[in-house]
């Protein structure tokens, strides 16, 4: 079992550039940014963000966004995989990624017992009933393990590599894996308290950005081992050949300036997977756009791949959704291989000779067998996925 391959049978995403993949795909093409300001709540800071336009009423959820989101992702995964949202008679996993979870609703809770000694207990029942995997896991009758990881920004990409450890290790046959988040005044006060946040629209990589822009959204996969998708009678040409996983322990907010958990979970990946840093036809980057995320990530992948790699960063068409984003990046970086294309790192235009590489331009085509999907996290935290395609040069 520890050997068996683990296929990607159904990929599901939702964020500001699209209600599911197709819809993304599409504003990728055309190179749309679906920004503006703050609606969710009512905010005096001024920074642009991308928010998924409305949540459908099937998978609304009163105070509880977050879940919302997830449910939306995990429908378009399971509907892809050819499974119903009865598991039941399967052996399914649950591993959720998140930050915010929809647990961080709270504010007036705090203000109405300050002011008054008492407050309705909503935020309490919404913390309680906020676990991210045990919904999704209640909500399609999931009887293996669930676990929620709440690790910051690498959440999405650790869980998946969770799942991944536990189909091979034959904890179950299949497994629902990915991040969720929602927009949210505490991150979009905390980054902007740090100094981060544009103004603008970001532009990762590019020798004039300016800092990062929040968003939300979902990513989900449905990872299954090749006997378990063989049973249904389902194939996949999609999965998921490795997953690594370092710290920095260096600082709490910044990476490594030397990015030494970024190369180290990179070469971890690469080597599960069995193949060499020239096998990999593209890198999906962690790209937030702030000045010391792309320095360091990007001398590490011109340092391991060269100047010439292939690589992008989707945040300008979605956001930093937080835990979300190693989720929705893992469906996008299988979206590319599947696909065959990549869109532009839409936001980049100058170089930067500090990171000494530059993202894609325009739309590009994609032939190779592999690609990588990197994720730094405040606390030092660094992960990569390589997916995999068969049936490629």
Not at 264 to 285: K, M, T, W, Y
Not at 286 to 314: C, P, Y
Not at 373 to 390: C, I, K, M, P, Y
Request: aromatic share 6%; net charge negative; proline share 3%.
């Amino acid at each position: 079992m520890k050997g068996e391959r683990v296929l990607i049978t159904g990929c599901g995403a939702v964020s500001a550039a699209g209600m599911n993949r197709s819809e993304t795909l599409d504003v990728f093409a055309r190179g749309q940014r679906n920004a503006g300001p703050v609606t969710l709540f009512e905010t005096a800071l001024p920074y642009p963000v991308f928010e998924v336009r409305e949540i459908p009423r099937a998978f609304f959820l009163e105070g509880q966004r977050t879940l919302s989101l997830a449910l939306i992702a995990a429908d378009e995964a399971l509907g892809e995989a050819r499974l119903s949202k009865d598991l039941s008679s399967y052996r399914v996993g649950v591993c959720m990624g998140t930050t915010v979870a929809s647990q961080l609703n709270d504010i007036e809770f705090y203000r109405s017992y300050r002011t008054h000694g008492s407050a309705p207990m909503t935020a309490a029942h919404r913390y309680v009933n906020g676990n991210i995997a045990e919904h999704l896991a209640r909500a399609v009758k999931a009887r293996g393990p669930s676990l929620t990881v709440v690790n910051a920004c690498s959440s999405g990409t650790d869980a998946i590599g969770v799942a991944l450890s536990w189909l091979r290790s034959g904890l179950c046959d299949i497994a629902l894996a990915g991040g969720a988040d929602e927009m949210n005044r505490i991150p979009l006060c905390g980054f902007g308290s740090l100094g981060i946040v544009n103004e603008g629209l970001c532009a990762p990589f590019d020798r004039d950005r300016q800092g990062l822009n929040l968003g939300e959204g979902a990513g989900v996969l449905v990872l299954e081992t090749a006997a378990s998708a063989r049973r249904r009678g389902n194939a996949a040409d999609l999965y998921l050949a490795g997953y690594g996983s370092e710290s920095d322990a260096y600082h709490l907010t910044a990476p490594h300036p030397e990015g030494v958990g970024l190369r180290a979970s990179i070469n971890r990946a690469l080597a599960e997977s069995g193949i060499a840093p020239q096998d990999v036809s593209f890198v999906n980057a962690h790209g937030t756009g702030t000045i010391d995320n792309d320095v360091v990530e990007g001398k590490v992948l011109r340092d391991l791949f060269g100047a010439d790699v292939t690589m992008l960063s989707t945040k300008g068409f979605t956001g930093h959704t937080l835990g979300a984003a190693g989720g929705l990046e893992a469906v996008f970086t299988a979206a590319g291989l599947q696909e065959g294309w990549i869109p532009a790192s839409i936001g980049f235009s100058t170089l930067d000779e500090d990171i000494g590489l530059a993202p894609a331009r325009k739309k590009t085509t994609i032939t190779g067998r592999y690609a990588l999907s990197t994720s730094l996290a405040f606390g030092g935290n660094n992960a990569a996925l390589v997916v995999g395609r068969d049936g490629k040069a």
